[in-house]
């Protein structure tokens, strides 16, 4: 029934989709040399630009239309005309979206009485940017680019390469990229023929020309069937050995998230084919790879890889690892689309890789092979779709030569031994310089790690970039996106000294530490060498850097080099929650402080429920996962386990449970449904630990009193919760408030989730325990609204602390125990 329920929504939600197709802002078509206003080309409207209508596009230059005499009916409608340039000559667009723009060019040659167009040559520019140059064509040919427009025209100009040669196009399409289709986040890994570095110039900066665009397991893609009017070819003329992989299919639509692919970075048939590994025999799985080879342009070159991923193979979570690589080097190590993809099968993803060749390389090498994360049963990898697009204009380092030139030239004009020798020492100094400049940088340590940079992809969804404001470069902390190298961290925590240690967990060890500028901070070390918690090393970047609030436990960093993993929060100052509730020797907190904190942490999970950040399930609310800086003030923390919720309507995730004991849903228990009530009942139970101090499981006391939310259940049902309470608040606790108090936590102990209140509710109630306590509104009462439209959630809000230096306030991380 569930799996019925679940593909419901996702065929309403594919339907959906599809009824709302791209629509560009600017989207101009032009049918070269024809006069017809209009011609429609699936389901396009082309207008000739001889045609009143589409003549004022062409703006200076000498030109002719001209019309095939010999037509083959078999040849579309746009190549039966063209126009000739006899001089350099221009169409002009008017752009009303700046921003990246996608270019076509339609050339199909052929002959008239005057022109034979197979002997044009000429060179095309566009706002003066040169997209081609002495190029000629015999048959027909689509040039496409993608080019950053940030002006409001568009010039596209025609140079004949010499005076009795002439320029020719049969058609033109220019229209707007959809939003986001290229994102500048910083860290897109640069592969280099001997390893990987970081990308340090904007993709979207750059000029693309689409040379390879691949369905990867599938059959030809028209524009017709595209829905950003693209063509997509098959793979297998590209597959090395055609034997090693076999095609994969569904008919099910794809399971788009928000965050993810769109149907605009690839079209549905694209993420429904695949090609996995052809295993005859199980034991030698991982033997090998499958491997692409897709031909370049040989020379120093500069390519945009973009790789399209869905995972249709696998029939359950968690069961796909594989490597990709890229002229053989790991590109990205262990790639786990269960957590890339949002916990959802079947769901795209994409991952972009700037490439770049060695000179005498003419093939881009794209290779997918089984991970050693996967056991031998479920050894596979796969691959859906493969774009590579050339970087035009690619400039690596601001060259010297132009200056040299100059002086070589003052050196011709002018003349004389005298000069000449002047010149010299010029000459030499500037060498000199050049050589001071171009001396190798250090290699990069990071160049070893694979895999983070890509993580940026994620990042840098839309769902993200709203929120993501410390993905932008450089971050709060100074450094570039998130990533920490590991040298500033052995510094920060004194080479990760044992004295240092401030907790420990399923992970591995949470160091103190203090990085430049002085800011302290929790480390989180993974065993080294260790790949064992990637999933939840993952969850924790994608989850923490998508949110920045006051009662979440900020993210500084992290750092993933040398096969170390390492997560990088503020420090908190007063450590976790539980510690001052029992178990050590902190002096109690007053009624007043448990109800602020109480607040805090209802208001960071409300916010991860409904804010911006939206639907994510934290799964693991326990009094060690709730910590609190120098002013007391509560922070979420540790959301390895967290699962980013429903999308739409849909009100359950299915996922194996996780979680810890005498916090755990029993409704998710029994289900294995995870929804947003589920952390509605665990911070039910902390409600409670923080009325009686006492932990949610303890196995030394009476049967009966084991565990904290039955034990306190029943005390309420028989009118003796005071008895229960913690000795410390007997006599400065309201009754008004006490009752409020625990009617809330009683409430989201409720069996069934439908029956427990939301954060929101918890929240609003909580607050008014407290103005019963205290006969006055809690002093963040009045954001409680901003909240859930999300503004108010960002670091600043509630008591007007808007510096961010004053929330550097820094927390002991968590001792992970229950994992
Ligand atoms: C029309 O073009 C197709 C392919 O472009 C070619 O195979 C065919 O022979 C042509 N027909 C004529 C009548 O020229
Ligand atoms: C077509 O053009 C290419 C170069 O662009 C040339 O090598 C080839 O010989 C030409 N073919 C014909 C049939 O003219
Ligand atoms: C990249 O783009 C961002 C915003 O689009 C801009 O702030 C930044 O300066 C650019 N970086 C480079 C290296 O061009
Ligand atoms: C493309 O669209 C047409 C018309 O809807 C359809 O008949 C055809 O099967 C589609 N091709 C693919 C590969 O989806
Ligand atoms: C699979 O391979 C292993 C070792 O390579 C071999 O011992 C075994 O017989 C093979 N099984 C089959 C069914 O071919
Ligand atoms: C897969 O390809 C990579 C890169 O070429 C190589 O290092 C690795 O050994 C290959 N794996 C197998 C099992 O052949």
Not at 72 to 95: C, G, K
Not at 296 to 325: E, Q, T, W
Not at 487 to 515: C, E, P, R, W
Request: charged share 20%; proline share 4%.
């Amino acid at each position: 029934m569930e799996a019925k329920f679940l593909h419901f929504l996702s065929l309403a939600f594919s339907i959906f989709l599809s009824s709302t197709a791209f629509t560009p802002q600017d989207n101009y078509l032009i049918n070269c040399g024809s006069d017809t206003n209009t011609v429609v080309v699936d389901n396009r409207h082309f207008v000739g630009d001889s045609s009143d209508h589409g003549s004022a596009y062409l703006s200076k230059g000498k030109s002719i239309s001209l019309t095939n005499p010999y037509p083959n009916s078999s040849s579309p409608v746009l190549y039966t005309t063209a126009r000739v340039f006899t001089s350099a000559s221009s169409y002009v667009f008017d752009i009303k979206n700046l921003g990246t723009h996608l270019v076509r060019f339609h050339f199909s040659p052929f002959s008239s009485r005057n022109y034979d167009l197979k002997n044009g040559e000429f060179g095309v520019a566009a706002n003066g940017i040169s997209l081609l140059s002495g190029f000629s064509a015999n048959s027909t040919v689509l040039k496409e680019y993608f080019l950053m427009v940030d002006k409001d025209k568009l010039e596209i100009l025609f140079i004949p390469i010499s005076g009795s040669r002439f320029a020719y196009v049969n058609a033109i399409e220019v229209f707007s990229a959809p939003k986001d289709f290229f994102i500048d986040v910083g860290g897109m890994a640069l592969i280099n023929p001997d390893g990987i570095q970081e990308f340090k110039q904007n993709v979207s900066s750059q000029v693309l020309e689409t040379i390879h665009r691949i369905n990867v397991g599938g059959s030809m893609l028209t524009p017709f069937n595209d829905t950003l009017w693209r063509t997509w070819i098959p793979d297998q003329d590209f597959l090395v050995l055609k034997s090693a992989a076999k095609v994969a299919r569904t008919s099910d639509p794809p399971n788009y998230q928000q965050g993810g692919a769109t149907r605009e970075i690839a079209p549905d048939n694209v993420y429904m084919t695949a090609q996995e590994m052809n295993i005859v025999n199980r034991s030698s799985a991982f033997l090998f790879n499958i491997t692409w080879d897709f031909p370049v342009k040989p020379g120093d070159s500069m390519h945009l890889v973009r790789l399209h991923f869905c995972d249709i193979v696998s029939v359950a979570l968690n069961a796909l690892y594989f490597n990709v690589y890229i002229n053989e080097v790991t590109a990205y190590k262990d790639v786990d689309l269960s957590v890339l993809a949002f916990h959802q099968l079947a769901s795209p993803y994409y991952m972009d890789f700037v490439v770049r060749n060695s000179k005498d390389s003419g093939v881009v090498r794209i290779g997918v092979g089984p991970s050693d994360l996967s056991s031998t049963l479920r050894k596979n990898a796969i691959l859906n779709g493969v774009e590579i697009m050339r970087m035009v204009n690619f400039m690596a380092l601001p060259r010297k030569s132009k200056r040299k030139n100059v002086w070589i030239l003052i050196a011709l004009v002018v003349g004389g031994i005298l000069v000449m020798s002047l010149v010299v020492l010029v000459i030499l100094t500037v060498i000199k310089c050049r050589k001071r400049k171009l001396k190798p940088k250090p290699k990069s340590r990071r160049a070893e790690s694979a895999g983070w940079a890509s993580l940026r992809v994620y990042g840098s969804s839309k769902a993200t970039m709203s929120e993501g404001t410390i993905l932008a470069s450089p971050g709060p902390y100074g450094y570039y996106g998130l990533k920490i190298p590991f040298a500033d961290l052995q510094l920060a925590t004194n080479n990760f000294d044992k004295n240092l240690i401030i907790g420990s967990g399923g992970f591995g060890m949470v160091y103190k530490g203090v990085l430049r500028d002085n800011i302290k901070v929790a480390a989180k070390r993974g065993m080294p060498g260790s790949r064992q918690g990637l999933p939840e090393f993952q969850a924790e970047i994608t989850v923490l850097s998508k949110i920045r609030h006051r009662h979440i436990v900020s993210l500084i960093g992290y750092c993933e080099e040398q096969s170390e993993m390492i997560l990088v929060y503020e420090y908190m100052d007063k450590g976790t929650l539980r510690q001052h509730l029992y178990g050590s020797n902190s002096s109690p907190l007053s009624w007043k402080q448990r109800l602020e904190i109480c607040i805090g942490a209802a208001r960071g999970l409300h916010y991860l429920h409904t804010g911006s950040a939206q639907g994510i399930i934290h799964r693991d609310i326990k009094s060690t996962n709730i910590l609190l800086d120098e002013n007391y003030v509560a922070k979420v923390a540790d959301f390895g386990l967290s699962k980013s919720g429903p999308c739409l309507d849909e009100t359950h995730v299915s996922t194996g449970v996780k979680g810890s004991f005498g916090y755990l849903d029993p409704e998710y228990f029994r289900r294995q449904q995870l929804t947003d009530k589920s952390d509605v009942y665990s911070f039910g139970v902390v409600l409670f630990e923080v009325l009686c101090a006492r932990p949610a499981v303890d196995p030394l006391l009476n049967r009966e009193q084991v565990n904290l939310a039955e034990w306190a259940m029943e005390c309420q049902k028989k009118g003796m919760i005071e008895q229960i309470i913690d000795p410390h608040l007997t006599d400065q606790i309201k009754p008004s408030s006490l009752k409020k108090f625990v009617e809330t936590a009683e409430k989201c102990l409720a069996e069934y989730g439908v029956d427990r209140p939301t954060m929101g509710d918890v929240l609003w109630n909580l607050e008014y325990a407290y103005q019963l306590q205290t006969n006055e509104r809690h002093k963040g009462q009045q954001t409680t609204d901003a909240i859930s439209n999300d503004p108010g959630a960002l670091i600043v809000s509630d008591d007007g602390s808007s510096d961010i230096s004053s929330t550097r306030v820094f927390s002991q991380l968590l001792t992970n125990e229950g994992r």
